[in-house]
């Protein structure tokens, strides 16, 4: 799902609903969101609006403070 092209006036939504599910309490949600972020946001980066890319790194370096280390090391792959 990550390597599917999401037409561009759906990414504003897209990335809200991103941000909004990443507030998730399993942490294994909030784990798998960061691997398809990261894939997703490769391959859309041409499509992505710069307020866009700023609410995912926002979302990310948040998730890099997770209480579950398994969450916070996945925010450092993704962000490396």
Known sequence: LAQLSVPQNYLSSYITTIESISRD??????????IYTQIMAFNHAYHLTSEQI???????????HDQRIEVSDTARVALS
């Open 25 to 34: 309490s399993n942490w294994q949600i909030r784990k798998t969101l960061l």
């Open 54 to 64: 700023n609410i995912l790194l926002e979302m990310i370096i948040r998730m890099l």
